[in-house]
């Protein structure tokens, strides 16, 4: 199995742009890749220099640190667009996965015996074989939907923060097939459509669904309200990455906890990590106000409640359990 890193488009966009310093910025999965792209952008004329912090989507462009290195151009890898403006030229090499899905489609099928409408959803890495996948479920005589609300750059896209393509459709489908790899994108589907959810993974040609999952993600989230009830001191975590600081929403909930008499300090920082926090042992319990991969993958090793927006807010009582699950688990609405 391989990815397209697309070498030669790289190679003739640095000849073309002529920058003089690029910096090069990949997902963690492909760092290792890091030296020879950056053999390809030397030989092409510029001074290579990759970004070594963890990169986990096109909300992290590394705008600031192109900045701070005089970087004239960002080649980013693995994602699509997310921020408007950028004024530094970034080029997107999205990352076309070379792997067959039809083992994991197939594999798929028992357990989407029971259904007849299946919406299709995907990350980037493999929207160029959601037509293929499209046509194995119709052949298994299925018919298929595959949402397009606008907000990605192509139809069936989800991200981890946003499943407005899978809510496009939600409604005419019995179940969503996440053609992926991991479990986060197609637990974040269930949980945003309340729809069952069957993983295809191509990678390790298996699939599977997730609502035990589910089920399980829905008791921690409970039990982590729950738990910060008894909290007096909260940290409202401010995130310094481009696509994910939400000062104003960070400013607003520390204002209603306030309002009920609780104690509440913006916390900034760029990566959100069981030792960072750690440091603030008078901090009772958190908000993310940024990426849910913290809430929803990484929640139990912060040994204290780690809320996402709306969560607060079924805290503080201004929204209730069934609405959040209505509204969407992990975006802000305020
Ligand atoms: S899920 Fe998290 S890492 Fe991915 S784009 Fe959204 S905020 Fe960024």
Redesign the pocket.
Same mark, same amino acid.
């Given at each position: 199995m391989s990815f397209d890193l697309e070498e030669n488009r790289l190679k003739d966009e640095i000849a073309k742009r002529k920058p003089k310093t690029v910096l090069l910025q990949l997902p963690e999965g492909l760092k290792p890749a890091a030296p020879r792209l950056a053999s390809i952008v030397q030989e092409a004329g510029a001074l290579p220099i990759v970004s070594s912090d963890p990169c986990?989507?096109? %909300? &992290?462009l590394a705008v600031s640190a192109a900045k701070i290195l005089g970087a004239d151009l960002i080649v980013h890898y693995g994602h699509t667009p997310?921020i408007p403006n950028v004024d530094v030229p970034t080029l997107y090499i999205e990352v076309r996965a070379h792997v067959s899905v039809k083992e994991a489609v197939t594999n798929a099928l028992q357990y989407l015996e029971s259904w007849k409408k299946i919406g299709l959803i995907t990350t980037v890495q493999h929207i160029h074989q959601l037509d293929e996948t499209k046509r194995l479920l119709e052949n298994a005589g299925k018919t298929v939907f595959v949402g397009d609300a606008g907000k990605q750059k192509y139809a069936g896209q989800v991200?981890? %923060? &946003?499943f407005s393509n899978a809510k496009a459709v939600s409604d005419d489908v019995e179940v969503f097939l996440f053609v992926g790899g991991g479990r986060f994108h197609a637990i974040g589907a269930a949980l945003a459509t309340e729809k069952p959810t069957v993983i295809a993974d191509p990678y390790e040609q298996i699939a599977y669904p997730v609502h035990e999952q589910v089920r399980r993600i829905l008791m921690q989230r409970w039990g982590n309200i729950s738990a910060a009830k008894v909290a007096k001191n909260f940290g409202v975590l401010v995130i310094l990455k481009s696509?994910?600081m939400r000062l104003q929403r960070a400013i607003i909930i520390k204002e209603k906890l306030e309002k009920q008499g609780l104690k509440a300090t913006l916390l900034a920082l760029r990566e959100v990590t069981p030792s960072a926090l750690m440091q603030f042992s008078g901090v009772d319990a958190f908000v993310n106000t940024?990426?849910?991969?913290l809430s929803l993958d990484d929640s139990p090793n912060f040994g204290k409640p780690l809320l996402s927006i709306n969560e607060t807010l079924v805290l503080l009582g201004e929204m209730k359990w069934e609405e959040l699950l209505k509204n969407g688990w992990f975006e802000n609405a305020t």
């Open positions: 986990y989507g096109a %909300c &992290d997310m991200l981890g %923060c &946003d696509g994910q940024a990426c849910p991969r």
